[in-house]
């Protein structure tokens, strides 16, 4: 079964700066796609950046932007240029591609994000 | 991406009762999804819905205590049966679209 591992419970960074999020994950696919979610404090779940595995440029959403390494199955999330909005809790989460049948998230235990003003 | 709608928002329940919570699309989707996430913990699936079959429910989830509806491709409830206050979570429906999923607000749910 596909695990995913979120080693940093809790991770701080002052406003404006850079910060990255670290998840690993274990699975014996060659296809699959990785996410990140974020969930501020109003509970909404929020997709942050998606990242099929077959390629192999890294994804980028603005401030947001990805280190894929397979090989290593790592998929650590960068948030450059920190803003208060971004203070959440953040979810990795493994899905297997639609040809594999069950399309259900497997996600890892969250990172608490806090920026420092 | 869909907007989600999730009813109620909230609900304090007395234990022994059932709450059903429903799930609102904008658009028509194949697949659904039902998720709890317990106090302080991560997301966990508890079934997927599609239009016109049974709910698949995850190990650990049965139909008697979480039973399912999908009448149609837009709507999907979730009733939490016989409840007890181990049942107090967040509850989220999500729906499929171009193999990413995207949540609703959630029902938080405290059973007193």
């Known amino acids: 079964a596909q695990t995913v591992t979120q080693s940093q419970p809790e991770m701080s960074v002052q406003e404006a700066e850079t910060v990255t999020l670290s998840c690993t994950y274990d699975t014996s696919e060659s296809d699959y796609y990785l996410f990140w979610y974020k969930q501020p404090p109003s509970r909404q779940m929020i997709l942050v950046i998606r990242q099929e595995a077959y390629k192999q440029q890294n994804a980028t959403e603005n401030r947001f932007s990805v280190n894929f390494q397979k090989a290593a199955k790592s998929f650590s999330l960068k948030i450059s240029d920190s803003q208060l909005g971004d203070a959440a809790m953040y979810f990795c989460?493994?899905?297997?591609?639609?040809?594999?049948?069950?399309?259900?998230?497997?996600f890892g235990q969250g990172t608490r994000l806090t920026i420092n003003p | 991406s869909a907007v989600i709608s999730q009813k109620p928002s909230r609900d304090i329940c007395q234990r022994g009762t059932s709450l059903t919570i429903q799930c609102q699309v904008d658009s028509q989707v194949t697949m659904m999804f039902w998720y709890r996430q317990q106090p302080g913990q991560s997301l966990t699936l508890i079934a997927t819905?599609?239009?016109?079959?049974?709910?698949?429910?995850e190990s650990g989830f049965v139909i008697d205590k979480f039973p399912i509806s999908r009448p149609n491709l837009t709507f999907s409830t979730l009733t939490v049966s016989n409840m007890s206050p181990e049942d107090s979570s967040i509850y989220l429906c999500?729906?499929?679209?171009?193999?990413?999923?995207?949540f609703g607000p959630g029902t938080r749910l405290l059973v007193l």
């Open positions: 819905a599609n239009q016109g079959s049974e709910a698949t429910y």
């Open positions: 999500s729906v499929d679209v171009s193999e990413t999923q995207y």
């Open positions: 989460a493994y899905r297997r591609p639609p040809w594999e049948g069950a399309q259900k998230l497997v």
